[in-house]
């Protein structure tokens, strides 16, 4: 008897709790404008091409990955790559300049999302193309444009002789009240403010080396205790709304490793940006939240919310942190982004049908697993 009463008790306090997060669930007020078509990748240029590969010499790959672009252009009978490595002092935007100024056509970034973005900051709105060859541990703009990220090779055969295409970036605003300090920064992929920022925070270095992406689950099993944060939200200018939140996140694109589509509906490059509220406050709220993701269920769940925006403004009364790309960014009080449609000529792959128009990434194993499952039953 006092087992079944104990097993109600927990049955009626999840419902209450479940009922109280999806009342806690308002819509934001926004205006839904339809996105503009999808620029398809055209094929390179023909021809010689001056080549700068900008490297980060700390990636444990560094050497041999030029050794590879040297080789790979000597074979196409292109003149001599400008090799320019990044520093602590400067992670890759005044190598790009300086690639720039030598009339670079290509400039390759070969390290990590932090390289990627620094690079991209140089050659926003300039004609010069961007190639990426995946040294980091996310990759994370490598994934969402489709190019092979465990396959170097491929990487640079793609940007010496593939196709290309443009994308948008966003601009983002840190600001902090508490210490006076405001900065602004290029992101392509994602920022985020809360948890997921937390995680990012507090991945220990000598598990990425290990593990790679997969060390940011430990970190995240750690935070999942954390409590919600009310925050306040605008959506291109419309008025704040409050909210409690665990996670905020602007998306540019939505695909995480692991072949995670975080985002299902986001486009790279649509002249928007997709704004993901994250608020479960019990592991039921991260059950569905899991769910919802992994098998990228359609319908609504009351612990997530997407919306479409131009800009998004977070104020938050407490410092919160924050993160680019996957890289820690400081905590801020205040967050402004901006979409900046059209700012990069990306080199990628063949086009393959789907809405993105990049190539179709294959389901991970767990995924296809489910679906067999779903079938059957």
């Known amino acids: 008897m006092r087992r079944k009463l104990l097993a109600g008790t927990a049955a ?10 999806y009342w806690s669930v308002r819509r934001l007020q926004q205006t839904r404008t339809p996105t503009a078509s999808v620029h398809e990748p055209v094929p390179a240029p023909v021809g010689p091409q001056r080549v700068a590969l900008v490297l980060n010499p700390t990636k444990l790959q560094a050497g041999a990955t030029r050794e590879l672009v040297e080789q790979a252009c000597s074979d196409a009978g292109w003149e001599r790559p400008l090799i320019l490595e990044t520093t602590v002092e400067d992670p890759g935007t005044g190598q790009a300049q300086r690639a720039l100024d030598a009339g670079a056509d290509l400039v390759i970034a070969a390290g990590g999302d932090g390289t990627v973005r620094a690079v991209a900051q140089a050659l926003a709105h300039r004609p010069a193309a961007l190639g990426l060859l995946p040294l980091g541990t996310g990759n994370l703009l490598v994934r969402n444009l489709g190019l092979p990220y465990h396959d170097i090779a491929g990487c640079l055969r793609i940007a010496l002789h593939g196709y290309e295409r443009r994308i948008d970036a966003a601009r983002i605003i840190l600001r902090n009240d508490r210490t006076h300090t405001s900065s602004e920064h290029p992101f392509l992929v994602m920022g985020g403010v809360g948890f997921d920022a937390s995680v990012v925070a507090d991945a220990k270095q000598d598990l990425k080396d290990k593990l790679g992406w997969l060390a940011y689950s430990e970190a995240g099993v750690r935070h999942l205790p954390g409590r919600r944060r009310r925050i306040s939200i605008s959506l291109d200018g419309q008025p704040p709304q409050s909210r409690k939140v665990r996670s905020l996140l602007v998306a540019n694109c939505g695909k995480l490793p692991a072949g995670v589509d975080f985002v299902p509906d986001a486009m790279i490059d649509d002249g928007y ?47 919160i942190a924050t993160q680019l790309d996957g890289d820690a960014s400081g905590s801020t009080t205040s967050v402004t982004a901006r979409v900046d449609p059209d700012a990069l000529m990306v080199r990628v792959p063949a086009p393959a049908p789907g809405p993105s128009g990049s190539s179709v990434l294959p389901l991970p194993d767990f995924q296809k697993g489910w679906r067999r499952l779903l079938r059957r039953s």
Do not use: C, F, N
Request: hydrophobic share 50%.
């Open 273 to 319: 940006l997709d704004v993901v509220v994250l608020s479960p406050r019990s592991l039921i709220g991260w059950t569905l939240m899991a769910a919802k993701i992994l098998l990228r269920h359609r319908g609504a769940t009351p612990v997530i919310s997407y919306y479409r925006a131009r800009e998004v403004t977070v104020w938050s009364a407490e410092p």
């Open 12 to 21: 009626a306090s999840a419902a209450v709790a479940s009922v109280q997060t």
